[in-house]
């Protein structure tokens, strides 16, 4: 275990300076910063001197050495042009947000995706089986942009029940900017939250059903029929524990994945979070939040992946995390 924790870590900073890198290669072609902040009435003298202070006439190698000096010694990942602040500062502003918005929608996809798909797999000729089939293949079929379109339409232009913008009021909460202790803010959530699990859920059903209809059909399984034990068991003990190692293996990436890329979702709420700072980031050519953004965005992969592993093992104990592995 020991050696696989060092082995995982060294692999971790590994992916951390080859996404860095990449961040700091691909700056150049996202825009120029400095037009970004001064706008056309700057002369090219006051532009010139701009750049030299904040570094941007030094060679690739230099300002990427600074970066890593001051993300190693310092914790500093750079400073954001348009907001003036420290990259990271600004970033851990908007992702509670994000946050919150992916584990509501990861909450749903569990409660609903898991008895969902289970009973699509044990009873797969029933008719309500075929409905939550088809109504998964239409949601794997649409486009996020269009259910958030159509959700705001109904329940916001034409029902007039829920809020379709923003993230309403929040509380602080040491620190953490929550829109779940308010009853404004859980009004604000359900439709983004909505559109994101309708996008999500179909691959999860999907994917538990399959998994189990193949488990369902091993040997072990048939073996503990024959025995006479409670199908109950058979079905929630036997097959779907084994059900749970691919189901988690997805679920683990997704959920990075959420947090990451809820760009489309988020932009056609106004949603307040990472996504909607990216693409901001993108139109102001703020070349240090990107790259910020995108080593933030590499530490959650990370240590989703690494959490990952271990629950593998708690759901399954022949999958041991050993450092042979």
Known sequence: MFAFTVRRIIQAIIVMLIISFIGFALKQNVGDPVRELTGI????????????????NDPFLIQYGRFLKGAVLEGNIGQSFFYKKPAMEVILNKAPATIELVMCCTVLIVILSIPMGIYSAIYPRRLLSRLIMGLSTIGVSVPIFLIAILLIYVFAIELNWLPSYGRGETVNVWGWESGLLTLDGLRHLILPTTALTALMLPLFVRLIRSEMMEVLQTEYVKFAWAKGLPRMRIWFVHAFKNTLLPVITVGGVQIGTMIAFTILTETVFQWGGLGFLFLEAVERADTSLLVAYLIFVGIIFVVVNTAVDIIYGLVNPMVRITGRK
């Open 41 to 56: 009435s700057v002369s090219a003298a006051e532009r010139d001197a701009i750049r030299e202070k904040l570094g941007l």
